[in-house]
């Protein structure tokens, strides 16, 4: 059964995105990129120098793999719009994934700023993925914007704390008409399955490869444990049941045995 993500007009086998930073060397990422199976990779425009050819993280994300530059370092609309428009004009596409965080404590998003930088690349024709606390007001908003998926975060970026907002991206998942993509605090291969179990659309996550003490072994886990998640959510899960449930019938067994 083909099973693939939609966004902006290109279909996804895979529903693990990944990031490109904290790892011990941009080497590594063709082959977390070939042993995750991912096929959407973030990165910060700041960390693309594109005067140097061997000094350039893009050098290292093969083609056919769907490039999601980010606005990481805006504090406001205004900034992710700017670095957005840079980054198309520098040729990375018309994919954006918007970050705004003026919060340098606990490195949340501003949704209302992520709203307004939202609604203005939408209309310019910008696929838009805009990162979110998981708030239902935001991501309605976020919708009439023009966004392309919703991104609520799992737990504060980069802390591997896995999913401590869960009930409150399963809302977005019933609520929001859009692909919910978790983004930020995954930590284990058992988080990013149980977000798919649940309904997302994909993971997005960075930190729990890169800091992870084999990276390409770790990215291998996440790729499976993504399409792991995401067969069982297909699936239906049985509901579960506040009593024992015998997982065979019993009665005839014991009746035979009675008559002997």
Do not use: H
């Amino acid at each position: 059964m083909e099973d693939q993500l939609v966004i902006g007009g290109r279909a996804l086998d895979s529903r693990l995105f990944v990031g490109t930073g904290k790892y011990s060397s941009d080497a590594l990422i063709p082959e977390v990129l070939e042993k995750s199976g991912a096929q959407v990779i973030t990165v910060a425009l700041r960390r693309i120098d594109f005067e140097s050819e061997t000094d350039n993280v893009l050098q290292y994300i093969p083609k056919d793999v769907q490039l999601l530059p980010n606005t990481s370092g805006a504090r406001n609309a205004q900034e992710a719009v700017r670095i957005a428009r840079l980054a198309r004009a520098a040729g990375c596409g018309n994919w954006i994934k918007i970050e705004v965080i003026s919060d340098n404590k606990y490195l949340l998003p501003d949704g209302y700023e992520t709203i307004k930088a939202t609604e203005t690349l939408a209309s310019e024709g910008f696929v838009v993925l805009p990162y979110i606390s998981p708030d239902l007001m935001v991501a309605k908003s976020l919708v009439e914007a023009g966004a392309a998926a919703v991104m609520p975060l799992g737990a504060p970026i980069g802390t591997n704390r896995g999913l401590k907002t869960k009930e409150l991206i399963r809302i977005l998942i019933d609520e929001i008409p859009l692909p919910i993509v978790v983004d930020a605090g995954i930590g284990k291969p058992s988080d990013a399955c149980q977000a798919m179990e649940m309904g997302a659309a994909a993971c997005l996550l960075n930190t729990a490869i890169a800091s992870a003490n084999a990276p390409i072994l770790m990215a291998e886990a996440f790729g499976r444990a993504v399409k792991a998640g995401r067969q069982a959510y297909l699936a239906g899960p049985g509901a579960a049941e506040a009593y024992a449930q015998a997982s065979s019938p019993l009665t005839g067994f014991l009746e035979a045995m009675n008559d002997e």
